[in-house]
């Protein structure tokens, strides 16, 4: 015996079909890549073009895998110059929420990033959902390129924090942050993602020799 439904009910049906698959679209949509660790620096140390060198670093590296449709922004401050203000990196990087390349949930607002984020080195991975070796391994590359306190915010004053807003390969020095949340002992920096150290410089070697290899954070702003 067949059962026939009233079309009043095929039409909910279909309805609620639709609207499943729509927040279905929309969960997956939300979860696409928002946040890597580049895999490779600029390749001259703490001179990554300015910001706006940055800024086209992180969009490269997430079109070379699919995401260059997005906006995609460093997570660097720099110090105010004349005729320039600072600029914090906190305020670049978009509203939220950000995951990882397997669909992780690194912090859902600007807020919960720098409060409460879900970064180790297990989830700050490279655009290619790679780890980036930390402290332990062999290199150790855990010193992410920042230029920021641990508001996300830049320096006052005159000390250089960000190898001259980005533009230096050689002295000055630039701040960073733990990617893998560990240090030399359990203060609160030596587990900061963003605000660690001060580098010995700002060469290739000069970062090397500190934990780093000039990488940093991309964020999606948009």
């Known amino acids: 015996m067949k059962i026939r439904m009233r079309p009043s009910i095929l039409a909910l049906a279909a309805l609620l079909a639709v609207a499943a698959g729509t927040v279905s679209a929309q969960s997956a949509a939300d979860k696409k890549m928002s946040f890597f660790v580049t895999s490779v620096g600029s390749g001259k140390g703490g001179d990554l073009g300015g910001l ?6 992180c969009q490269s590296l997430a079109q070379s895998v699919g995401a260059g449709k997005r906006t995609w922004h460093a997570y660097l ?49 490279t655009e290619k959902g790679e780890v980036i070796t930390g402290r332990g391994d062999n290199p150790n590359t855990h010193d992410m390129l920042t230029g920021s306190d641990a508001q996300g915010m830049a320096f006052p004053g005159d000390m250089d924090t960000t190898c001259g807003n980005w533009t230096r390969s050689g002295g000055g020095s630039a701040q960073v942050g733990h990617h893998d949340r560990t240090g030399l002992n359990e203060l609160p920096p030596a587990k900061s993602w963003n605000h660690s150290h ?19 954070y991309c964020l999606a702003a948009k």
């Open 52 to 57: 706006a060198g940055a800024d086209q670093h």
């Open 77 to 125: 401050s720099t110090s105010a110059a004349p005729g320039k203000a600072a600029v914090n990196a906190r305020d670049r990087i978009g509203h939220g929420p950000w995951y990882n390349a397997k669909g992780v949930l690194i912090a859902r607002n600007v807020d919960e990033l720098r409060r409460d984020n879900h970064l180790s080195k297990q989830t700050a991975l």
């Open 198 to 216: 001060p580098s010995r410089g700002c060469s290739v070697d000069e970062l090397r020799s500190t934990g780093g290899n000039g990488l940093f």
